[in-house]
């Protein structure tokens, strides 16, 4: 410290290129205190992250599943996609697995959902719920997508005043536009909180009320070209994720499967044993949300 003060001296009685070349070595010392012990392996053991998880609070590491050499998961569900498509629509069950281990919370499926459907604000197909475990400081968190459910016994479908709400042969709960009055009750029947009322907004109404064009392009859903911009249809009525019917009956994989960045979304038929759906279904490790009520979901959670 000694040489230091007699530079720092030297520094404030001399010019400006004496202080430049103190602060210059002082910056380089400070520098050097700091990493040299970091690059000679002489850490404090204080500072070091533990090996294991020492607070009971906290959930523990997941094991993931390792990866099969050579096969990709999305050739394989376009492969299961297309194997079904071939059956009659009564002989598919369409299924969706979720492994709750690889989601890493980034919405990608979410945005590709929007985009996808051309979703209005206030409407979202799926949504991404955050789950907080143990006290703080001492917290994990676990990230579960939440699209509908599809479920085998769903109570949207009686409650529907004009039957615009149904289960189709192959398990998907779909929305009929056309005969939906806007009523509402098969929202207040889902126990998952999982339909939408579709106002009429515009993203562009908070922007200067202009409507951009990309809000004005029609939604493709149910094999149809929805066009909002002319006050029909689906504004006025109730909207859900459908598994993107447009896209699965054209061999294409769903939105949200194809745009998950951790591939911990599945897709396929789990009425055919050979699909990987079927396989990841028959794990141990399976939960499905809110099976209590009965109503037997049609999406899996690996956890």
Same mark, same amino acid.
């Given at each position: 410290?000694?040489?230091?003060?007699?530079?720092?001296?030297?520094?404030?009685?001399?010019?400006?290129? =004496?202080?430049?070349? $103190?602060?210059?070595?002082?910056?380089?010392? @400070? $520098?050097?205190?700091?990493?040299?012990?970091?690059?000679?392996?002489?850490?404090?053991?204080?500072?070091?992250?533990?090996?294991?998880?020492?607070?009971?609070?906290? %959930?523990?590491?997941?094991?993931?599943?390792?990866?099969?050499?050579?096969?990709?998961?999305?050739? +394989? &569900?376009?492969?299961?996609?297309?194997?079904?498509?071939?059956?009659?629509? %009564?002989?598919?069950?369409?299924?969706?697995?979720?492994?709750?281990?690889?989601?890493?919370?980034? !919405?990608?499926?979410?945005? =590709?959902?929007?985009?996808? !459907?051309?979703?209005?604000?206030?409407?979202?197909?799926?949504? @991404?719920?955050?789950?907080?475990?143990?006290?703080?400081?001492?917290? =994990?968190?676990?990230?579960?997508?939440?699209?509908?459910?599809?479920? #085998?016994?769903?109570?949207?479908?009686?409650?529907?005043?004009? +039957?615009?709400?149904?289960?189709?042969?192959?398990? /998907?709960?779909? /929305?009929?536009?056309?005969?939906?009055?806007?009523? +509402?009750?098969?929202?207040? %029947?889902?126990?998952?909180?999982?339909?939408? $009322?579709?106002?009429?907004?515009?993203?562009?109404?908070?922007?200067?009320?202009?409507?951009?064009?990309? #809000?004005?392009?029609?939604?493709?859903?149910?094999?149809?070209?929805?066009?909002?911009? #002319?006050?029909? =249809?689906?504004?006025?009525?109730?909207?859900?994720?459908?598994?993107?019917?447009?896209?699965? #009956?054209?061999?294409?994989?769903?939105?949200?499967?194809?745009?998950? &960045?951790?591939?911990?979304?599945?897709?396929?038929? &789990?009425?055919?044993?050979?699909?990987?759906?079927?396989?990841? /279904?028959?794990?141990? !490790?399976?939960?499905?949300?809110?099976?209590?009520?009965?109503?037997?979901?049609?999406?899996?959670?690996? @956890?």
């Amino acid at each position: 410290m000694a040489k230091d003060d007699d530079l720092l001296r030297e520094a404030l009685a001399g010019d400006e290129t =004496s202080r430049r070349s $103190f602060l210059g070595k002082f910056a380089g010392g @400070v $520098f050097a205190g700091l990493v040299a012990p970091a690059l000679i392996g002489e850490v404090r053991a204080a500072h070091a992250a533990p090996d294991t998880q020492e607070q009971p609070d906290l %959930a523990p590491l997941p094991d993931l599943p390792e990866a099969i050499e050579g096969e990709h998961p999305v050739v +394989r &569900m376009m492969e299961d996609l297309r194997r079904a498509l071939q059956k009659p629509m %009564a002989e598919r069950k369409w299924a969706m697995v979720i492994d709750l281990r690889k989601c890493t919370g980034c !919405n990608g499926c979410n945005i =590709s959902c929007v985009t996808e !459907n051309k979703l209005p604000p206030g409407v979202t197909y799926r949504p @991404v719920m955050t789950e907080t475990q143990g006290t703080y400081p001492h917290v =994990s968190r676990r990230f579960v997508p939440r699209p509908c459910l599809q479920c #085998e016994d769903p109570p949207c479908v009686p409650v529907c005043p004009v +039957r615009a709400t149904y289960k189709r042969a192959d398990g /998907i709960t779909v /929305i009929d536009y056309e005969r939906c009055i806007g009523c +509402r009750y098969c929202m207040t %029947a889902c126990p998952y909180s999982a339909r939408y $009322f579709d106002f009429g907004r515009f993203y562009g109404d908070n922007e200067g009320g202009e409507r951009q064009p990309y #809000e004005l392009l029609p939604t493709p859903e149910y094999r149809k070209n929805y066009d909002r911009a #002319e006050g029909g =249809s689906p504004i006025g009525n109730v909207r859900k994720c459908h598994f993107c019917i447009h896209r699965i #009956e054209h061999g294409e994989l769903p939105a949200c499967v194809l745009s998950c &960045m951790g591939r911990a979304t599945y897709f396929g038929d &789990m009425n055919d044993p050979a699909s990987l759906v079927s396989e990841l /279904i028959a794990q141990p !490790n399976v939960m499905r949300l809110k099976e209590e009520l009965g109503t037997d979901p049609k999406v899996f959670y690996l @956890v």
